[in-house]
C-alpha cells in the first residue's frame, strides 16, 4: 500500500520562502509528482521528480531522495496568487497515489 | 493542444437516485483516463481508471461504476446515490502509464447528496 505524509497547513509571508515537505512509504516507486489545487478548482501539474536531486522551474523546485523517502517542494518569492493546497502523490505500479496536500496561506 | 472536459460543474442530488457525469478529452489519441473523487479537506482518492475501451479497473468498491464507450469518453455513473458519495469528482488523463507521465485534471464536478 501507500502512505503519504504532508502537513496539513502552512502560513508565510509575501515575498518569503515556504518549504512543503513529503514522505512516502509505497510498494512501487515510479517517481513523485507535486501538483497545485486552488480552492475550488482541479488540481494543475507543477513538477515532477524520479531521480534523487533537485528540480528547479521558476520560483518553485522539488527535491527528491529515494532512499529516505523524502521529497519537498520550494516555493521562493512567494505571490498571494501562490495561496493555495499542494499536493504530493507518488507514482507506483500503475497508479498515482496522493497525500491529504498542505494549505499555504501567503499574508502579506 | 490537449483539452479535457466535464459536466456538469455542479450538481444537487437526492438519496437514493441515480448519477452520470461525463468527462471527455479532446487532442489525443489512446489517452488513459481516471476518475477521482475528493472528500472536502482530503486527498484524491482513485477510483477508476482505463488504458483502452472497454477497460475499466476498479480501485474501492462502492455503488459507482465507469464505463469508456469511445476512446475519449470516460462516465461515472451510479444507480443510487448515497449521502457519502458527495464530494469533488475530477477526470484525468495521462499519456502513457509510465512514471514520466504527469495527469492532467478536468475542470471537476462538485456532487452533493441530499
Known amino acids: 500500500g501507500q502512505n503519504i505524509d504532508q502537513p496539513t497547513e502552512m502560513t508565510a509571508t509575501e515575498g518569503a520562502i515556504v518549504q512543503i515537505n513529503c514522505t512516502y512509504q509505497?510498494?512501487?516507486?515510479?517517481?513523485l509528482f507535486w501538483y497545485q489545487q486552488h480552492a475550488g478548482e482541479a488540481p494543475t501539474f507543477l513538477s515532477y521528480n524520479v531521480l534523487d536531486g533537485l528540480e528547479e522551474k521558476g520560483r518553485f523546485s522539488s527535491f527528491l531522495s529515494r532512499s529516505k523517502g523524502y521529497s519537498y517542494l520550494l516555493l521562493k518569492e512567494l505571490q498571494m496568487k501562490d495561496s493555495a493546497s499542494y499536493l504530493c502523490?507518488?507514482?507506483?505500479?500503475?497508479?498515482?497515489?496522493f497525500g491529504a496536500g498542505t494549505t499555504v496561506t501567503v499574508r502579506a | 493542444s490537449q483539452t479535457i472536459h466535464q459536466w456538469p460543474a455542479t450538481l444537487v442530488q437526492p438519496v437514493g437516485s441515480p448519477l452520470s457525469l461525463e468527462c471527455t478529452v479532446e487532442?489525443?489519441?489512446?489517452?488513459?483516463l481516471y476518475w477521482y473523487r475528493q472528500a472536502a479537506g482530503r486527498g484524491l482518492q482513485l477510483l477508476f481508471y482505463s488504458v483502452g475501451i472497454g477497460q475499466i479497473s476498479s480501485e474501492v468498491p462502492q455503488n459507482l461504476s465507469a464505463s469508456r464507450p469511445q476512446d475519449r469518453q470516460f462516465i461515472l455513473s451510479s444507480k443510487k446515490l448515497l449521502l457519502s458519495d458527495s464530494g469533488f469528482y475530477l477526470c484525468?488523463?495521462?499519456?502513457?502509464?509510465?512514471?514520466?507521465?504527469?495527469?492532467?485534471f478536468g475542470p471537476g464536478t462538485r456532487l452533493t447528496v441530499t
Open positions: 509505497t510498494s512501487g516507486f515510479n517517481g
Open positions: 484525468a488523463w495521462s499519456a502513457g502509464t509510465g512514471g514520466g507521465y504527469e495527469q492532467y
Open positions: 502523490a507518488v507514482k507506483g505500479d500503475y497508479k498515482l497515489s
Open positions: 487532442g489525443t489519441s489512446n489517452p488513459n
